[in-house]
């Protein structure tokens, strides 16, 4: 069958197509035209389909390797906030521990000290005492023995 090459020309509707007139004895043909036009063009809106759903499949795939991407990145990044979160966990309960053994320990050598202290306030009491009695003694002793000689008592208070 013979195509032939009316070209439509469109409107101000670029959807309504404006065909020329047809004179009487071509009408066969002219209807012919135009269902090899509509053919092309319904062939052209195809291909035009096809390709805008490849670019979207396409964009569509990308956008879905980017999220799981970031999907996957953000639950590292969470692993890893758990991980460091757990790690300061145990080190703060290691360093609490330290603290209290460290504050239990002072507290025990102060209440040595205190105990060492009170031990040397007596021994120092008892010092006193034991020199004060020596004294006593002492005294007693050349008030008593001693007055009978008198040459003694100098040579005691010469070597005391």
Do not use: W
């Not at 991980?83 to 609490?96: F, G, M, N, V, W």
């Not at 060492?116 to 009491?125: M, S, W």
């Amino acid at each position: 069958m013979a195509q032939r090459n009316f070209r439509a020309s469109a409107g101000e509707d670029e959807n309504v197509l404006n065909f020329p007139p047809a004179s009487a004895p071509d009408k066969g043909a002219t209807a012919l035209d135009m269902v090899y036009q509509a053919a092309a063009v319904f062939r052209s809106m195809e291909e035009h389909a096809r390709e805008t759903e490849a670019h979207a499949q396409s964009l569509c795939s990308s956008a879905l390797e980017r999220l799981q991407l970031a999907e996957m990145r953000a639950e590292a990044a969470e692993r890893a906030q758990r991980e460091l979160i757990i790690t300061a966990e145990h080190k703060l309960q290691y360093a609490c521990k330290a603290l209290e053994q460290a504050r239990s320990c002072i507290e025990a050598q102060k209440d040595k000290l205190t105990a060492v202290q009170l031990r040397a306030e007596v021994a120092e009491a008892e010092a006193r005492q034991a020199k004060e009695a020596l004294a006593l003694v002492e005294e007693a002793i050349r008030k008593r023995l001693l007055c009978a000689n008198p040459d003694v008592d100098s040579r005691l208070t010469a070597v005391a």
